[in-house]
């Protein structure tokens, strides 16, 4: 009974935001098939008669690891960070912002956007898991609701009936977006992530590209052919960017598109 109250009070103490993003990446983890739904209710690990706190402990430990990952490939991380290194490359910055400056932009516009999702899940999961009125196969089912309707809101229609087409179950054909399981959801979204991020890209790609060529074409009419043309072009894109405030366009438009 004391090693039971030891290991109670060693969870107590872990600061109450990393158990939120904890217990979220809990829910991203069991969330991803079917089987982790059963799992909580068919496996009861207990070491010396102290399952709950130990085991949550495991967890806690093991998913400061592995959900990192988890979180960033269900959330709009993925969109977000893409279309910042289309833009650092089509300014002609190889190393300006770098690249902690810009995880740490995605991620906080991530948090922005997401906000919303994380309030649902810590209000219909999280508390009454903590306060003991659901077990845990109940709080990841809770969890998963909000992530899933986030996900299939931002995926088209051609990604899920894809990756439906392409899973071995039969199953599929006949159910609503809303009750896919998370391992068609996901893929699912992530590839439409990419497909959006890469249509950015090419969108802001266009008038730094004019650019480079009217002052290439300028520099060959005037016989400049040795001058690199991207020594020229650099500070016009820099100028046109602040300028036309690029920073507060493109944040804006990248939250909107979640609207």
């Known amino acids: 009974m004391k090693k039971t109250n030891g ?61 990192p990952s988890l979180l960033l490939m269900m959330t709009c991380f993925t969109r977000i960070i893409i279309v910042l290194s289309f833009l650092r490359n089509a300014l002609g910055l190889q190393q300006s912002p770098p690249n902690q400056v810009l995880i740490g932009l995605a991620l906080f516009i991530t948090f922005f956007i997401m906000s919303p999702v994380f309030g649902q899940i810590n209000e219909s999961a999280l508390k009454p898991y903590n306060d003991g009125i659901i077990q845990t196969d109940e709080f990841i089912a809770r969890a998963s609701e909000p992530l899933k309707e986030f996900m299939l809101k931002q995926t088209t229609t051609q990604e899920v009936e894809m990756f439906k087409n392409l899973s071995p ?89 979640y609207n």
């Open 169 to 257: 179950r039969t199953n599929l054909e006949n159910l609503e977006p809303r009750n896919l399981p998370m391992d068609i959801v996901v893929p699912s979204f992530a590839v439409s992530e990419l497909k959006r991020a890469f249509t950015i890209g090419f969108l802001i790609f266009i008038p730094f590209l004019v650019i480079d060529m009217i002052v290439a074409s300028t520099l060959m009419s005037m016989g400049m052919i040795m001058l690199p043309p991207v020594m020229i072009s650099l500070p016009f894109k820099i100028m046109l960017f602040v300028v036309v405030d690029g920073w507060g366009l493109l944040i804006r438009t990248l939250v909107m598109t």
């Open 7 to 67: 290991s109670s009070r060693l969870l107590n103490n872990i600061p109450g935001r990393s158990l939120i993003a904890v217990t979220i990446t809990l829910a991203l983890l069991g969330a991803m098939t079917d089987a982790a739904y059963a799992a909580p209710s068919v496996v009861d690990i207990a070491i010396n008669g102290e399952g709950s706190d130990v085991v949550r402990i495991l967890l806690v430990l093991t998913l400061i690891t592995l959900g």
